[in-house]
Nanobody
Framework: VQLQASGGGLVQPGGSLRLSCAASGRTSRRYSMGWFRQAPGKEREFVAAITWSGGTTYYADSVKGRCTISRDNAKNTVYLQMNSLKPEDTAVYYC????????????????WGQGTLVTVSS
C-alpha cells in the first residue's frame, strides 16, 4: 500500500491543522493506521493510532485531548485533527499502516508515507 500525507504548514501557537493520509494500492486489506512525528535531532515518536473499523483509538500522552485521529474507509483516508498546537508539536508528521491491531512502535508498521511538515511558530 502507498501512503500520501498532506496538510502540514505553518501555524501559530494555539492554532489548528488537519493532516490527511491517502492510501492507494492494496487498500482492500484491513490495516490499522498510525501517525508518528519526528522533530529535528530527535527520534520518530508515536502520536496516534486507529483500528480499521475506527472503533478503537490510542494517543500519546503528549497529544491526548488536543488531537483526534479518524478515518474514512470509503475514501481510503486517515485524518489527524490537531488543536491547541504548541511549538513543541513542530515536526515532520508521518502516517503509517500496520497489520497489527494497534501499534505504538515504528517497527510495528510496514508501510510509511513521505511525511508532511508542521511548524508551530509565531
Amino acid at each position: 500500500v502507498q501512503l500520501q500525507a498532506s496538510g502540514g504548514g505553518l501555524v501559530q501557537p494555539g492554532g489548528s491543522l488537519r493532516l490527511s493520509c491517502a492510501a492507494s494500492g492494496r487498500t482492500s486489506r484491513r490495516y490499522s493506521m498510525g501517525w508518528f512525528r519526528q522533530a529535528p535531532g530527535k527520534e520518530r515518536e508515536f502520536v496516534a493510532a486507529i483500528t480499521w473499523s475506527g472503533g478503537t483509538t490510542y494517543y500519546a500522552d503528549s497529544v491526548k485531548g488536543r488531537c483526534t485521529i479518524s478515518r474514512d474507509n470509503a475514501k481510503n483516508t486517515v485524518y489527524l485533527q490537531m488543536n491547541s498546537l504548541k511549538p513543541e508539536d513542530t515536526a515532520v508528521y508521518y502516517c503509517a499502516a500496520t497489520d497489527a491491531l494497534l501499534g505504538t512502535k515504528t517497527y510495528e508498521y510496514s508501510y510509511w508515507g513521505q511525511g508532511t511538515l508542521v511548524t508551530v511558530s509565531s
